[in-house]
């Protein structure tokens, strides 16, 4: 009968405008007929099926501003076999409005050997319609090809009904996480094709045997048990609330026991994860908020959504990404002398982001995740079924343990991770001998040239010697310029055996002073400039050396110290450095030039000069000559045309600067982390390829962490740990063993600079992100808007003169949260309509929404829903004589981006190629001058 659409159909109506042509709501089937067929028979009950049940005639249309059922008139089915593509046939999409919504084939496979293909749109039925459908239409057959009436009763008539569950759901799911935290192999997209593929994994009869058990004596169902396990999965991604959608039958009355149609209604539930619980405790939480799902089953999604200010977005559903099944094996049936076998056909269209589904098997339960091929890869899905039996296996062996223990790594797993995490790297020799063999090889070769003067390898070693014989001390503070001087400085420390402090002298001199006092350094080495600034220690001018210059030996225990952007003293082993360089030996071109940029209070500039006199190389303050350079990407960034051999270090590197250096010269880029600016892992970067921090470099070893400091399985985000100590960053292992770092402010900052007015932005904690720009005002907020979820849009977008830097070239965060409080806005807020084109569209918003709204204001936060936004494409295409579709105004949601998609006007700035942003940007940076 025809009436009003229910609410779930209306979603379903307004998910299928923004997804047009898109089958993701198809439910395809086919049922094998074993058996002398009766086609005649087949197609009458077929035929009978439909005329009972008018969700099988109901299309959905437009009425009066309204969505209503219309239900057509029965109509006869015929059935002729030939042949069909089957894949085709399941995902052809249908017209809600015009229909038909239900399609059906029939494949001859043999004499006695036949395919029923049915394709039917959600919007009609369900997966209750599914086993009903079959059961009729196995003893319609069965009847007809007997020559009886049908054995059918009539049906009552239902009448879809709703209670008010708002209230409950909105105390419900207050404060839930815009999305679920998931292993994505990448940024998540704005938008999506919502291609899936699906894995699946059997997980065996002796897995499965106990956790019958497990559920019998917690008085659960095995699909509370299985969606708790599922739960647990999820949490070891990082999820500490796991939000999943889950399906209920909505069969709750006499009347709709039999009816088939779209009465499903899918619910929330929601595991929240404190402290360390048992699974017995997990699984009893689970089985109540089950139980409470099904008994408020009712939960009107647009309205939930609107309360909770969370708006409607085109690349996921608001409120879950993970939806959870459990089937029990499928019945065959027997009717008419045929046996009716019924399997789903497979679609590549994905519902949500992750759909789990657990069914019954023969031996044993099979577990398919279907999931979007966009945001996964296929090795990480299959490692998450692989856990999921892991987890399984556990519970049923010991259900009270604590989750902590049925996530840690399995032995596989852990072997994998330790040999990441140590690999067998062979070790160099100290840092002093290597320079000593070059002294003997080429003792006139030139070793620094520098601050207008060139030191040979002989006149170096001779001043190291001098300075080892009065360096006894065993800590020694240096605080030079980059020179022969510094260079003789540090070597004749490593000589004597002593602890090298860095000390850079461009500080301040009350800067110095602590940092030398906090060292407990007993000697400065300085020059007679900086030597002044130490007044509580003895300076010893380096020039003014005098003495022997005959070789001194340097004993292997010797350490230096290296400054953090904090300006933390961190020591460091002698033996780091040699590592280093090993490494660099190894995977580097020789340096026959390098030219530090760095802070020489850090490791960086240390690793850089004996990189390159290692090598029988030089050191010089002239950059351009350099065939090595090793800095920071807010250093590199201005650095114009590059060297070939390019190290960055201290802050996140993001792709559009990798593009940049190799547009600028760089032959090989190289990405490495550590502590103090000493490389422990790193590895080279292209600018096709995600951008990760690499593998150990030297004898460190380096592990991703939970919070109780428990190794994550690889692929598993978890805390940063270097040789035991937390770096503050959060990481995880690919599949090949590199590190990467994650978290939503490297995805922010990666979109803002991929920006081609964009040279430098940093993302602050407060959801402001500051940016340097070479156009003013820019529009980087619908850039942004553009590119990513609106969950990572920042709050604030200013525009900044300079990115503030620390001595070592790092980011001052502190320091640019001042700046950026003071600074405008890139475009201010609470803006009214300035063109025609926005007055326009401004004036269908207000006619939708029955109020005014300025230019910048989304249209989900000013009153829209899935809903309205259809209608509101109806009318621009009206005003305008467009084309539209949904899905465009669900990327520029507001005026300002929908009046320049109808003004024909690009709604993001226009992109250049990478040498054309690179080129920008380096023109942009040289106007500024380097630093």
């Known amino acids: 009968m025809n009436g009003p659409a229910t609410p779930t159909q209306r979603r379903l109506w307004a998910l299928a405008h923004l997804r047009p042509n898109d089958p993701f709501y198809n439910v395809p089937f086919s049922v094998r007929l074993d058996g002398p067929l009766d086609r005649e028979a087949l197609a009458r009950a077929l035929t009978e099926v439909v005329r009972r049940h008018p969700a099988l005639r109901t299309t959905l249309q437009q009425v009066d501003g309204d969505l209503v059922r219309v239900v057509a008139p029965p109509s006869p089915i015929t059935l002729a076999p030939g042949p069909i593509d089957v894949d085709a046939f399941a995902r052809e999409p249908s017209d809600l409005s015009r229909g038909p919504l239900l399609r059906v084939g029939l494949v001859r496979d043999g004499d006695q050997a036949h395919r029923l293909l049915v394709n039917v749109h959600h919007v009609v039925f369900d997966g209750a319609s599914h086993d009903l459908f079959l059961d009729e239409l196995t003893a319609l057959y069965d009847a007809f090809t007997r020559g009886e009436a049908s054995p059918l009763p009539a049906l009552p008539p239902h009448v879809p009904h709703s209670t008010d569950s708002l209230d409950h759901w909105v105390r419900r799911l207050e ?26 994994r059997l997980i065996p009869p002796e897995v499965v045997a ?66 360390d619980p048992t699974f017995t405790e997990v699984l009893a939480h689970v089985r109540d908020d089950v139980l409470d799902a099904q008994e408020h089953a009712d939960l009107p999604f647009e309205d939930v959504a609107q309360a909770l200010g969370i708006p409607r977005e085109a690349g996921h559903d608001p409120i879950y990404q993970v939806l959870f099944g459990y089937e029990t094996a499928p019945v065959t049936r027997r009717g008419g002398g045929v046996r009716f076998t019924p399997s789903y056909l497979s679609l590549d269209s994905a519902k949500a982001d992750l759909d789990v589904l657990l069914s019954e098997a023969e031996h044993g339960l099979a577990a398919h995740f279907d999931y979007r091929v966009d945001l996964f890869d296929e090795h990480t899905v299959h490692r998450m079924l692989s856990r999921l039996e892991t987890v399984l296996r556990r519970i049923g062996r010991d259900p009270d343990a604590p989750v902590s223990r049925l996530v840690r790594p399995d032995e596989a797993e852990s072997a994998q991770l330790r040999s990441w995490a140590e690999p067998d790297l062979p070790r160099g020799v100290e840092p002093h001998r290597l320079v000593e063999e070059q002294v003997d090889r080429s003792p006139d070769a030139v070793a620094v040239e520098a601050r207008g003067r060139v030191w040979t390898y002989a006149e170096v070693e001779a001043l190291a010697n001098r300075v080892a014989r009065h360096a006894a001390a065993s800590r ?52 007679a400039h900086s030597g002044g600034v130490f007044e509580d220690l003895p ?97 590199l960034g201005r650095l114009g045309d590059v060297a070939p051999v390019v190290l960055s270090t201290g802050d996140v590197l993001h792709p559009s600067l990798v593009r940049s250096l190799y547009d600028a010269g760089a032959e090989a880029v190289h ?15 292209s600018p096709d390829e995600p951008v990760t ?18 190794p994550v399985p690889p692929g598993v985000a978890g805390a940063l740990h270097l040789d035991g100590v937390a770096t503050g960053d959060r990481a995880r292992h690919t599949a090949d063993g590199r590190l990467e770092l994650v978290g939503d402010a490297v995805v922010v900052e990666a979109a803002v600079l991929d920006h081609p007015a964009v040279t430098q932005a940093c993302a602050l904690t407060d959801g402001v992100v500051a940016v340097v720009s070479t156009a003013s005002p820019p529009d980087v907020e619908t850039h942004l808007r553009a590119h990513l979820p609106g969950y990572l849009v920042p ?65 989900f936060e000013a009153g829209g829903n899935s809903l309205l936004i259809v209608r509101l494409r109806d009318a621009l ?55």
């Not at 404060?175 to 699946?200: E, F, H, M, N, Q």
């Not at 090298?500 to 020059?527: E, F, H, I, N, Q």
């Not at 590592?579 to 690793?607: H, K, Q």
């Open 175 to 200: 404060g839930i996480p815009p999305v679920i935290p998931l292993p994505l192999k990448g940024p998540r997209p704005v938008t999506s094709d919502y291609r899936t593929a699906r894995a699946t």
């Open 210 to 275: 106990p956790l019958r058990l497990v559920a019998r004596e917690r008085r659960a169902s095995m699909f509370m048990l299985l969606k708790a396990a599922c739960a647990v999965l999820l949490h070891q991604h990082g999820a500490s609330d796991v939000v999943l959608g889950m399906p209920t039958s909505g069969r709750d009355t006499v009347e709709s026991a039999r009816q088939i149609g779209y009465l499903v209604k899918t619910v929330v539930t929601r595991t929240r994860f404190t402290g």
């Open 476 to 527: 020694v503070a240096v605080c030079l310029p980059l020179s022969g001087e510094f260079v003789a400085a540090v070597l004749g420390v490593f000589k004597a055996g002593g602890t090298c402090v860095l000390l850079d002298p461009d500080l301040p001199p009350y800067l110095l002073r602590t940092m030398a006092r906090d060292s407990g350094a007993a000697l400065v080495l300085s020059d």
């Open 539 to 635: 300076v010893t001018l380096v020039s003014s050396l005098v003495g022997p210059d005959d070789r001194v030996g340097g004993a292997a225990g010797a350490a230096f110290v290296a400054h953090t952007s904090e300006s933390r003293g961190v020591e460091f082993d002698h033996r780091v450095l040699g590592d280093l360089l090993e490494w660099a030996r190894r995977d580097l071109p020789p340096v026959a030039c390098a030219a530090p940029i760095s802070s020489l209070a850090s490791g960086t500039a240390l690793f850089e000069v004996f990189a390159a006199l290692a090598a029988g190389g030089r050191v010089t303050d002239d950059v351009k000559a350099a065939t090595l350079v090793c800095g920071t990407p807010a250093l």
């Open 671 to 685: 990405n490495v982390y550590g502590v103090a600016g000493v490389f422990a892992v790193g590895g080279r970067v």
């Open 693 to 710: 921090i690499g593998r150990p470099l030297r004898a460190v070893v380096a592990r991703v962490l939970d919070e109780r400091s428990q």
């Open 795 to 859: 709050s604030r977008v200013v525009v900044v003169p300079d990115l503030p830097l620390r001595p070592d070239g790092t980011v001052d965060r502190h320091a640019l949260a001042r700046s950026a409080a003071k600074a405008a806005p890139a475009r201010p807020r609470h803006v009214p309509p300035a063109t025609e084109a926005e007055q326009r569209v401004a004036e269908v918003w207000s006619a939708l929404l029955g109020r005014t709204v300025d230019v910048d204001r989304n249209f």
């Open 877 to 931: 295409n009206s005003a305008f004589g467009l084309d539209l579709a949904v899905a465009e105004l669900f990327r520029r949601p507001t005026v300002r981006a929908m009046s320049e998609l109808v003004g024909g006007a690009a709604a993001e700035p226009a992109r250049t190629d990478a040498a054309d942003r690179a080129q920008a940007r380096r023109a942009a940076l040289a106007r500024r001058g380097k630093r």
